[in-house]
């Protein structure tokens, strides 16, 4: 029973890694990329690049900037604060008429600190490091590719537990099976090869798996979570806050208003309220947040008045929402700063080395087999010395 249960198991482990191992390789390659995204896209466009130091410009100063620009884009915009005195301040446009009806594709900007220049203007998806990302997390197939890649994530689990169960030898074999040595011989150096791959980079490659499809099935993921913990409701932001013909406050006052509710946080964007007279959104990072680019911490203010409409306090929630807002963090390494993500792009080749491994050992076997069927069987019978 033991030895069927075995084969049915490599079965499984075979026939996933074949059928999707080619998937699980496009995942992780560009998902090696997309963990140093902004950096891939500034060397890919020189213009973007800050040539100097300078100190941050202030959201009111970046959004006249912008209505100076583009007076005719009257919805909101998200300011993003550069992330460094060398880094370009980042902005977006939510609804452009230009993309209407392709889904999630804003306008880009890029601009340079210090001038308030515009360095670039593109749009979501139609250039280099976002057609990789929408590739990424949806297989550029929309919601039902995002889908396909959750539960490629959930495959991806499966193989790397499978095949550890597979691995596992005896206790008194444990400490030399774990030796990372490479043995002679194409056959042995290619299973040591696909083992080492798969035991030592399985903590991470576990974690960006399971991230990873909890972030294209956040539905899912949050009906998992919300049955063991209690989550917070998602505040809606009203429209309408300002009469017609009424100009919004000035960002920078809606900024100090908001940081009244978190004193020594970052500043890392603030959303407009755009011609709708949606709330004025600010967000901050707090020390203790894994995210700093993508924060939590965030202030709604009403823009006729000042006056602030709601706080989420991301360390004052429950501990489920804490395992969700670790997810992304976890997922491109930014938790655990350069470190954490120079270990996720690596870890984003190793279903390459799997894979390659995986179907060169298969053929071994499959070759190995067909030499024993084709041998000839020899009839000659032999006896030990000192047998009958």
Request: charge should be positive.
């Amino acid at each position: 029973m033991k030895r069927e249960l075995r084969r049915l198991w490599v079965k499984l482990h075979l026939y996933v890694g074949l059928l999707a191992g080619g998937l699980f390789v496009l995942l992780g390659l560009t998902g090696s990329v997309l963990v140093f995204y902004l950096d891939v896209d500034d060397l890919l466009n020189p213009q973007i690049r800050v040539s100097a130091a300078a100190p941050a410009p202030s959201p009111e100063a970046v959004f006249q900037a912008l209505r100076a620009r583009y007076p005719q884009r009257d919805g909101p915009w998200r300011i993003e604060m550069p992330l460094s005195a060398d880094a370009p301040v980042l902005a977006r446009y939510y609804n452009p008429p230009e993309t209407a009806g392709r889904g999630f594709a804003p306008l880009m900007l890029s601009l340079d600190p210090r001038s308030l220049e515009v360095t670039s203007a593109r749009f979501w998806g139609d250039y280099a490091t976002t057609w990789l990302f929408d590739l990424h997390y949806t297989l550029l197939a929309g919601e039902g590719g995002k889908t396909a890649v959750g539960i490629l994530g959930l495959l991806l689990a499966f193989s790397l537990l499978s095949g550890l169960y597979l691995w596992w030898p005896s206790r008194a074999r444990l400490s030399a099976a774990l030796k990372p040595v490479l043995r002679s011989g194409a056959v042995r150096r290619t299973y040591d090869l696909h083992v080492f791959g798969g035991v030592y980079g399985l903590p991470v490659l576990l974690v960006l798996a399971l991230t990873g499809s909890a972030l294209a099935l956040p539905d899912f993921t949050r009906d998992l979570v919300a049955s063991a913990s209690t989550l917070r409701e998602a505040y809606r932001p009203p429209a309408g806050l300002l009469d017609d013909g009424a100009k919004p406050i000035a960002l920078d006052a809606a900024v100090s208003v908001a940081r009244k509710s978190f004193p020594g946080a970052e500043l890392r964007w603030v959303e407009t309220s755009g011609s709708a007279g949606r709330p004025i959104s600010v967000r901050f990072h707090q020390p203790g947040e894994p995210g700093r680019r993508f924060p939590r911490s965030q202030v709604w203010v009403d823009p006729s008045d000042g006056q602030v409409l709601a706080v989420r306090d991301p360390l004052r929630e429950s501990a489920g929402d804490g395992f969700l807002a670790w997810m992304h963090p976890l997922h491109n390494g930014e938790a655990f700063g350069l470190p954490g993500r120079i270990l996720a792009c690596v870890a984003g080749l190793l279903p390459a080395l799997l894979f390659v491994t995986g179907w060169m050992r298969w053929r071994h076997k499959v070759r190995a087999r067909a030499q024993r069927e084709t041998r000839p069987v020899s009839h000659t019978t032999t006896h030990r010395v000192g047998t009958p």
